[in-house]
């Protein structure tokens, strides 16, 4: 493909005054944004866009002829159609709609196209409402055309039952938790999903929402509604595009295509007995995580009963792109490892960009600096002027306005917005790889919660599937796919290791010849091994300190340190020959049992701590230690003021019942407790007293109560971070000793031998 600055005949602006959604913008503000239009030379055969990836722009013929093709769900090609008149236009569906291309448009024969980029048309529509709006018909009528056509059922009818179907269809956009249908509205049309979730949903007179149905891509809803209206509301998750059908064709299907009339009332069966079999916890943490827009190709998460809050992710973030894209800050989840097991997990989705299926972030961009790649992921080119736009348009508070260091700032532009490109031109994802617990988790989220598989189709899964081997195949499958999931064997290799190694030991101990220890042959070939796994454990501390290399995922190496570390205890034993032998070697094996004794401590606190902590956390309080400290500060002033300015029977109340009541620090670890459910726990305990409290000072008394709760909770919590911490200390002290009295320990025995 070649770029031209013009055609090789005629004006671009007079082609595109030919284009019907163009043809009443002003001829000056035609010709300007002419001249920002790409004028784009293809070969024969030549590909232009392809079906699946992601697009930001759309195409005018001006030369030549292309071809349009698309594949099914059942991987069969569809010719869709060919444009070989100069001003017909194709892309438009990526323009408008989440940027997907839904069809591949191949050259026919040398053709010359003008490219008309999203942020130039956007800025053209802003001054023209018209030229939108008729955009958006075409816009419509092609997209319920194509997509009825590849649906994996309505696909396989014969055309003059599709365009019966097709004719009087209309297609709908709709936000978050936008109301598709309410129960009780006429049910005259089926609902098609063309793209996003819903969620069908009776409310309770409580105000309580029941969950009846979730509704994706592909799935069709209200098949089977009664004549007297809708049974249910039925309301989007996230951003979703809804064909709307004609019922009276629809239901002439069960008698000329019973077959494929039927399979939609499978798809109802299944969906009713998959969320049956399904549990509250599992439906409710589902819902959350469709509510928080996690369904997207790779996320972001941490599993927060095995994070120790180090931060070493945070850092490597910050190494690898020297400011850091990544915040240990998010919504929380409770959630089964497995939708049949009995055991939690919460997770962290922590402040990194998801690389939304509908980037809202991408809209208005005014120099089109954040745009997609054709594989779906979000990034920001260097000609962001910092304006603020992506980051006030993010939903999740992901993209981060970063400082341009003085030498960097041009034209004015003092800043540039930033975020996470899942390390994009890098073999990692540096933020997993430095993990020392494996915690921190690049997932897919179909297939990594089970609860989301459940509340889709088995057919829907299979089309992902599809869908991901195929862009495999093609070479399209970017780093957003390439998500792999934690892996653990290098745990059991290395358990193995540590038993061959102990047997390899203690066989050569008790087969070697006596003298075995100090200067003999055999105790010198034990000292060289305890030195040999000291030195190679010790290369955990530069490996942390290396984020941005290669060298093998931090968790791995956290494993072999501590078995390799016991390994060379060992043989450091059998160097002494299991037996003191003088002050200086009782003071070096001293020294190396406290490393290995506070080190086993250390696996003991990371393995529990963690959990102590969630259970602190898991209403969506997680912080990390300096937060910790600060809301201290602020919770203890805060209460002392209030209770410094409250009449006597007032702070009498407040350092007495209040303060037995709400419990101590220690309290907070029981299995049982629960930091929302004990407050209200105590403000029923205290019913009475409370209900004696002036008016006046009602709600002074109920922040306080709340506050010293939530004080406590801190308090629970900065007493287990510094239990994290304090076994470091003593480990690394330890370590140290052991650095210098080794060498020490060489040079003695060199010098007598």
């Not at 040398?110 to 075409?138: G, M």
């Not at 299979?462 to 195949?473: F, G, L, P, V």
């Not at 792999?484 to 101990?509: D, H, N, Y």
Request: contains cysteine.
């Amino acid at each position: 493909m070649t770029v031209s600055a013009a055609l090789p005949a005629g004006d671009p602006a007079a082609l595109l005054a030919t284009v019907p959604f163009l043809s009443d913008v002003d001829p000056d503000d035609l010709a300007d944004f002419a001249r920002h239009c790409a004028v784009r030379h293809y070969a024969a055969d030549e590909a232009i866009v392809r079906q699946g990836e992601f697009g930001h722009s759309m195409f005018v013929l001006a030369a030549g002829a292309v071809r349009i093709t698309a594949t099914d769900d059942a991987g069969t090609r569809l010719e869709l159609g060919r444009l070989d008149q100069p001003g017909s236009f194709f892309g438009e569906v990526a323009l408008l709609g989440r940027g997907v291309r839904s069809a591949t448009v191949t050259a026919d024969g040398p053709a010359t196209l003008i490219e008309i980029e999203k942020n130039r048309f956007d800025r053209l529509a802003r001054r023209h409402a018209s030229v939108l709006a008729a955009l958006e018909r075409v816009y419509h009528a092609r997209s319920i055309s194509t997509y009825v056509r590849l649906h994996r059922y309505l696909g396989q009818l014969d055309e003059a039952t599709l365009s019966a179907l097709i004719d009087g269809a209309t297609m709908r956009k709709f936000a978050r938790n936008d109301v598709v249908c309410r129960a009780g509205d006429p049910s005259d049309t089926v609902l098609l999903v063309k793209d996003g979730v819903l969620k069908m949903l009776r409310r309770r007179p409580d105000g309580r929402e029941s969950i009846l149905a979730y509704f994706n891509t592909h799935d069709a809803y209200g098949v089977h509604d009664p004549p007297s209206g809708r049974p249910a509301d039925l309301v989007a998750l996230g951003q979703a595009e809804v064909i709307f059908l004609p019922r009276g064709p629809f239901d002439q299907l069960a008698v000329s295509h019973p077959q494929i009339y039927e399979r939609f009332g499978k798809d109802d069966m299944h969906r009713s007995a998959a969320l049956r079999g399904a549990g509250l916890t599992v439906l409710s943490a589902a819902d959350a995580f469709l509510q928080e827009g996690v369904e997207v190709e790779s996320l972001l998460v941490i599993d927060l009963d095995r994070c120790v809050r180090c931060g070493n992710c945070v850092r490597a973030c910050h190494d690898r792109h020297q400011f850091t894209r990544l915040d240990r800050r998010g919504p929380i989840f409770r959630r089964r490892k497995r939708v049949d097991s009995p055991e939690h997990q919460h997770l962290l989705i922590p402040t990194s960009c998801r690389h939304c299926r509908d980037p809202e972030c991408m809209v208005g961009c005014p120099t089109g600096a954040i745009h997609r790649t054709p594989d779906g992921e979000v990034d920001i080119n260097d000609n962001c002027i910092g304006c603020d736009n992506c980051a006030r348009k993010c939903p999740y508070d992901n993209i981060t306005m970063m400082p341009l260091p003085e030498d960097q700032q041009r034209d004015g532009v003092v800043k540039r917005a930033i975020k996470c490109n899942l390390c994009r031109g890098y073999a990692y994802s540096n933020c997993v790889y430095n993990c020392p617990r494996g915690a921190v988790l690049r997932v897919d989220p179909l297939r990594y919660f089970d609860e989301l598989a459940l509340v889709m189709e088995p057919e829907q899964v299979e089309a992902i599937e599809w869908a991901r081997k195929r862009a495999e195949q093609a070479g399209t499958l970017g780093t957003k796919q390439q998500v792999l999931p934690r892996s653990t064997r290098f745990i059991k290799v290395s358990l193995a290791v540590f038993a061959v190694g102990l047997a390899g030991l203690i066989g050569a101990f008790l087969r070697s010849p006596a003298p075995r220890v100090g200067g003999s042959s055999w105790g010198l070939t034990f000292g060289v091994v305890a030195t040999g796994c000291l030195a190679f454990a010790m290369l955990l501390g530069a490996r942390k300190r290396m984020r941005t290399r290669a060298l093998g995922h931090l968790e791995v190496w956290t494993q072999y340190h501590m078995v390799v570390g016991a390994l060379g205890f060992v043989a450091a034993l059998a160097h002494a020959g299991f037996r003191i032998t003088g002050v200086f070697t009782t003071a070096l094996l001293a020294v190396f049992a406290v490393e290995v004794a506070t080190g086993i401590a250390g696996q003991v606190l990371y393995t529990v701590v963690p959990r102590l902590l969630t259970r602190l956390e898991r209403h969506g309080l997680a912080k990390l230690i300096e937060d910790l400290l600060a809301e201290e500060i602020e919770l203890s002033d805060g209460i002392a003021e209030l209770v410094d300015r409250a009449p006597a029977d007032v702070q009498a109340l407040v350092r007495g019942p209040i303060a037995a009541a709400s419990g101590t620090v220690r309290q907070r670890y029981r299995a049982d407790y629960d930091p929302v459910a004990h407050v209200d726990r105590v403000r029923a305990l205290l019913s009475a007293k409370l209900a004696a409290v002036p008016p006046a000072h009602a709600a002074t008394v109920d922040r306080v109560l709340r506050d010293t709760n939530r004080l406590l909770d801190v308090r629970a919590q900065l007493r287990l971070h510094r239990a994290m911490k304090t076994w470091l200390i003593v480990h690394l002290a330890a370590a140290g000793a052991l650095a210098v009295l080794v060498p020490v320990h060489i040079v003695a025995m060199l010098t007598v031998l």
